[in-house]
């Protein structure tokens, strides 16, 4: 059992424990709590809940300007922080408090509860929603899940224990998913130059190989311009989107690279890239993570020649 005590200088005690740390999306997590205390003690309120929760926190540079004893402006930059939150699962554990062997270790009063005196185990489980989200930690964004109780005292520090565990998703074989099919993108410099990348399919798995191919094309040989390439590069990249009060960021959070050296012009050249342990795609209210395979012309002295396709890693 993974234990976490909560409580203090206070005379009652709350202790949370659960099975394991991680689950999968719709498996039964199972636990218990142990409340004890050394007298009676009156409360506002007793609180026990599970929860999963997204958070984005995102600090930006903004002007501001100050005057001087002589009215004189200067405009400078600070770093300001946005947050914000989305509750998107939440179970009400209280009911297990009845099922208990000591179901009168709280009693209900016109004026709040009464904590009484001793010691009791209460197990609970609940299950979780089937579409649960992965957990995560990102640069902006968070996905995290909780067990939580309280003892909501008046006048004095709340009694309270918590603690957090892992969720994996399940993705399950729906019909209305897109077609898991050959894709294309392409571009094309100033000069004349493009690209073609082409992969096999748009839906992997995690440890899955990619597979595909690009093809360099350079300006027909009776043209005057002519093009250096410096190198050619596959990176699988993985890019965070967060919003918090109505101020948004994106963030490339990952990015594994592929030099592909054996290319020749106007000839098809396969390359593979395996993907490792990533944190799949997501996107929920308030954040989102996306795949994206990106073949990269690195020419000297201009912009390079890019040529994107999204993926799915689920």
Same mark, same amino acid.
């Given at each position: 059992?993974?234990?976490?005590?909560?409580?203090?200088?206070?005379?009652?005690?709350?202790?949370?424990?659960?099975?394991?740390?991680?689950?999968?999306?719709?498996?039964?997590?199972?636990?218990?709590?142990?409340?004890?205390?050394?007298?009676?003690?009156?409360?506002?309120?007793?609180?026990?809940?599970?929860?999963?929760?997204?958070?984005?926190?995102?600090?930006?540079?903004?002007?501001? +300007?100050?005057?001087?004893?002589?009215?004189?402006?200067?405009?400078?930059?600070?770093?300001?922080?946005?947050?914000?939150?989305?509750?998107?699962?939440?179970?009400?554990?209280?009911?297990?408090?009845?099922?208990?062997?000591?179901?009168?270790?709280?009693?209900?009063?016109?004026?709040?509860?009464?904590?009484?005196?001793?010691?009791?185990?209460?197990?609970?489980?609940?299950?979780?929603?089937?579409?649960?989200?992965?957990?995560?930690?990102?640069?902006?964004?968070?996905?995290?899940?909780?067990?939580?109780?309280?003892?909501?005292?008046?006048?004095?520090?709340?009694?309270?224990?918590?603690?957090?565990?892992?969720?994996?998703?399940?993705?399950?074989?729906?019909?209305?998913?897109?077609?898991?099919?050959?894709?294309?993108?392409?571009?094309?410099?100033?000069?004349?130059?493009?690209?073609?990348?082409?992969?096999?399919?748009?839906?992997?798995?995690?440890?899955?190989?990619?597979?595909?191919?690009?093809?360099?094309?350079?300006?027909?040989?009776?043209?005057?311009?002519?093009? +250096?390439?410096?190198?050619?590069?596959?990176?699988?990249?993985? +890019?965070?989107?967060?919003?918090?009060?109505?101020?948004?960021?994106?963030?490339?959070?990952?990015?594994?690279?592929?030099?592909?050296?054996?290319?020749?012009?106007?000839?098809?050249?396969?390359?593979?890239?395996?993907?490792?342990?990533?944190?799949?795609?997501?996107?929920?209210?308030?954040?989102?993570?996306?795949?994206?395979?990106?073949? +990269?012309?690195?020419?000297?002295?201009?912009?390079?020649?890019?040529?994107?396709?999204?993926?799915?890693?689920?």
């Amino acid at each position: 059992m993974i234990k976490l005590f909560g409580g203090g200088n206070s005379k009652e005690n709350l202790e949370l424990a659960l099975d394991k740390t991680k689950y999968q999306a719709g498996e039964t997590v199972r636990g218990k709590l142990v409340m004890s205390a050394d007298k009676d003690i009156k409360a506002r309120s007793f609180h026990f809940i599970a929860e999963g929760k997204e958070k984005t926190k995102i600090i930006k540079s903004e002007p501001y +300007t100050s005057s001087d004893s002589q009215g004189n402006s200067t405009q400078s930059y600070s770093n300001v922080t946005y947050t914000d939150s989305n509750l998107f699962f939440s179970t009400n554990l209280e009911y297990f408090l009845s099922q208990s062997s000591k179901p009168s270790i709280i009693t209900n009063t016109d004026n709040g509860i009464i904590l009484h005196k001793g010691s009791t185990e209460i197990p609970f489980e609940f299950p979780l929603p089937n579409n649960a989200l992965s957990s995560y930690s990102g640069r902006n964004a968070s996905i995290d899940y909780e067990v939580k109780a309280t003892i909501d005292k008046k006048l004095r520090s709340d009694t309270n224990a918590s603690t957090s565990f892992d969720v994996i998703s399940i993705t399950k074989e729906n019909n209305n998913y897109p077609t898991n099919s050959k894709i294309y993108s392409s571009n094309k410099s100033s000069k004349g130059l493009y690209i073609n990348l082409v992969m096999s399919k748009n839906i992997y798995k995690i440890e899955d190989t990619i597979e595909g191919t690009i093809f360099i094309g350079k300006p027909k040989p009776n043209s005057t311009t002519t093009t +250096t390439i410096r190198s050619i590069k596959i990176k699988l990249i993985a +890019t965070e989107y967060a919003t918090a009060s109505k101020r948004d960021e994106t963030s490339v959070i990952q990015s594994y690279d592929n030099e592909i050296t054996n290319w020749k012009e106007n000839e098809e050249t396969p390359f593979e890239i395996k993907i490792p342990e990533v944190n799949k795609r997501y996107r929920s209210k308030l954040s989102e993570l996306y795949w994206e395979i990106k073949a +990269t012309v690195d020419i000297p002295l201009e912009k390079d020649l890019d040529a994107i396709s999204r993926i799915e890693i689920r």
